[in-house]
């Protein structure tokens, strides 16, 4: 069922599982990953972290290279998707990349939910290249978290998009990809570190009803 090299955190039984896939640079124990797992799971729910086959390659051979291509990355979730269902009701995501891969097979796989953590819009710079169009009908619930002024979608710009009403936005206050807000903005990376695990959990507890 589970895999050895996955990370599992949160109680054996548990009425829902989360699974997360980590982002294009940094692996599924990055900072980021640990305080949001760690945060849902102190709530009572199991999270999976799994990572891809290249950074699986990057942390057992040291190779560093860039993502598989989407067809790997989609058939990796597909994998861990179908193991872990047995478990119970499954709601996939991640952040940044592992988030957008999800999204694209959520409604195929069945998942219960959906959550997205930075989710890369687009390109950073390049506002003309949405990555949008599948969201448009996306049937799954989700849950996006994203910082108010991140570079991949700001608050400005993700307002004027046409996303299926599935979708639900939490704003983090000031907060980049990585939710990291500025000093000046008064806020701090835990408190919305914080209040992305609250959103998350509310979203699950939503779920079971």
Known sequence: ????????????????????????GAPMD???MNV???????????????????????RTEGVKGPP????????????????VRTTGPT???????????ASKIADEVGAAGLVCLGYPFHPPGKPERLRTEHLRDL?????????????????SEVGAYQLSPEIRVFWSGDGDHSLK????????EPQNLSEAVEEI?????ELRV
Not at 48 to 56: I, T
Not at 142 to 150: E, H
Not at 181 to 188: A, D, E, H, I, L
Request: proline share 7%; hydrophobic share 40%.
């Open 1 to 24: 069922m589970f895999r050895d090299d996955w990370l599992i955190d949160g109680p054996g039984e548990t009425p829902v599982t989360l699974v997360l896939a980590h982002g294009a």
């Open 30 to 32: 990055s900072p980021f």
């Open 36 to 58: 949001i797992a760690e945060g849902v799971a102190r709530s009572g729910f199991r999270v999976v972290r799994f990572e891809f086959p290249y950074m699986a390659r990057r």
């Open 68 to 83: 598989n291509r989407e067809p790997v990355l989609l058939d990796a979730w597909r994998e861990v998707f179908a193991a």
């Open 91 to 101: 709601v996939i995501g991640g952040k940044s990349l592992g988030g957008r891969m």
């Open 139 to 155: 049937q799954t619930p989700t849950l996006i978290v994203q910082g108010t002024r991140d570079p991949f979608g700001t608050e």
């Open 181 to 188: 807000p500025r000093v000046r903005s008064g806020r701090t």
């Open 201 to 205: 959990c509310g979203f699950m507890r």
